[in-house]
């Protein structure tokens, strides 16, 4: 059935019962967190109660042929991605997911069955995280689009923001990079790949996991500085310079790329990884001690890869032997001159 | 200059810039609110400390040609309206709005110039409210559209909802209705109005107020019922019978029209004043003795228009010798079949 043989006051209470099947909108885990959920979908707005404390807010956006394209993309992974990338946000504030709004822009053709299956996605995902899709907006649009705006709160009382990194902090990072970018390329090139290497890239690309618990468990061991990968490595650890006023060292040698990338991209996936973007790891940094104590406490491998240096704000990757590697471009713009 | 010619990152900077010229995003009244910034644009997401209290969340979003036209529409009256819609759904709760953020879907040639003008009157209507844009997201999008979605909070520990309507409370409205449906033709078709009139009309539909200071008043005289009109006045409170499980009778006599839309309109004024929709006046409901000091007590006049009764869900509109009125459409449906 399409959107718009059904109407949009239907279709928003299919979507409803989607979320309330995974107990999503009421089950707020109000003991946990303190907050009571007094309304959800259907008012003007959501409305809660909160206790006092430090909360976040971000947004993020997916429009079709921009951000992805439906040819590779299934409405779950869709689903599990748009809320993944704003989870992702949340984390790397060190912070909890708590509540969020879904607005989606839908073409008239669009398919019932396809938004159910990416709100099932979305409903699994924010069961996982005990957050509540609370609201929301439907309008028609002549491209799809899907915009997620997050609630979110700290439970430990501290932030990780892009402007704590200081000379003589260490730069580390969770996971592996580059899959995502790699991931991209399986899907829309033909490469002959294993099926086991193919799939692990692209789900690598399409079910990216927001490293809450990572984020959490960083600002609980003293980490102040933190970005989440979205736009490559080198580009992100860039913006964390500006942010702070200080440089970086990036060794190349460190940079945690896996198997499957290495085997897939031989002669690429360093590029890959420093400049493929779309990771949705966790880059920070930290004095050493905190820096060692923090790695071991993780549930996800984190290896140092760098240093931050007094210096005009830039990243300077070196290879194992300390030479200067250029790279070939700067993080994804989405309006490159 | 084209947004493709500038660039992602020095947009956001541009536009980052004029919200600071208006003082827009540090300078969040803590002390009336309790409510602390310590994080605006530029991280992963804006960070604030809040006091412990009721919060509510909206968001929604204006595309271009589904909810305006360029060529009827400024940058400075989108960027009003595309705020105003979010603003009103935080009145129709009864509470204060707070922090916003902003997503724009732009085609690569939007100019650059139109957007600052945009967050121009955003920053004016910002600064009238106490509210920070704190965040957002930028996105290549084949069409134009923006998305806000708003923090609110409770200055009054009560709420309004869509919900609380009761068999024997009136039925009020603030201000006039209609004249934002009478603008919206004046501008897509050739009338001859005096410009008085056609200024006027225009302006109810490019400018809409959000009725804040009446939600939190109205929410601090016990009221407990509202919604704010933006897809007709019959039908919106068809919502809130619905939400309420009550029957709802509507005197077309009464309903609050001005001089200035039956002038232009004569035989079509109460269709556009029941029907038309984007009015974003408060509509809410209220036993007798609450209504009469509620309505007293407000900036704006505030007209009582019906009653609030026992049976199915739906409104029945009644002329002044108390025969049905058969209404045209009933609201906005964005996928209407």
Not at 9 to 21: E, N, Q, T, Y
Not at 276 to 301: H, K, V, W
Request: hydrophobic content about 40%; charged content about 20%.
């Amino acid at each position: 059935m399409r959107v718009e043989e059904l109407g949009e006051f239907p279709l928003i209470d299919r979507l409803a019962r989607v979320l309330s099947r995974h107990g999503v909108s009421p089950r707020v885990p109000a003991a946990k967190s303190g907050y009571e959920l007094l309304i959800s979908i259907g008012d003007d707005a959501a409305a809660w109660k909160a206790p006092a404390g430090l909360q976040v807010f971000t947004t993020d956006t997916m429009v079709e042929d921009i951000h992805f394209e439906r040819r590779y993309t299934s409405w779950t992974d869709l689903g599990w991605k748009a809320l993944a990338v704003n989870l992702s946000d949340v984390a790397a504030m060190g912070c909890m997911p708590l509540y969020g709004v879904v607005t989606l822009g839908l073409p008239p053709d669009t398919p019932v069955e396809g938004l159910e299956e990416m709100y099932e996605a979305m409903a699994q995902e924010t069961e996982q995280h005990g957050v509540g899709i609370v609201g929301g907006d439907i309008v028609r649009s002549p491209v799809f689009f899907v915009t997620i705006a997050l609630l979110g709160y700290s439970q430990t009382g501290t932030l990780l923001t892009r402007s704590g990194a200081k000379a003589g902090d260490q730069v580390a990072v969770t996971g592996h990079v580059g899959c995502s970018a790699g991931g991209l390329r399986t899907l829309s090139v033909e490469l002959t790949l294993d099926p086991e290497t193919k799939g692990h890239l692209a789900a690598a690309h399409s079910r990216p996991m927001a490293r809450i618990a990572e984020g959490k468990l960083l600002a609980e061991h003293g980490v102040r500085c933190a970005i989440d990968l979205s736009d490559g490595l080198a580009d992100d650890l860039g913006k964390v310079c500006v942010m702070s006023g200080v440089s970086a060292v990036l060794y190349a040698n460190r940079v945690p790329a896996d198997g499957f990338l290495k085997q897939a991209f031989p002669k690429e996936w360093l590029s890959l990884a420093l400049g493929g973007g779309e990771d949705y790891e966790l880059l920070f940094t930290a004095p050493p001690r905190i820096m060692e104590r923090a790695c071991a406490n993780l549930p996800t491998s984190a290896t140092v890869i760098g240093e931050i240096v007094s210096g005009p704000p830039g990243v300077e990757v070196l290879d194992a032997k300390g030479r200067p590697v250029s790279l070939a471009k700067g993080g994804w713009d989405h309006f490159p001159r």
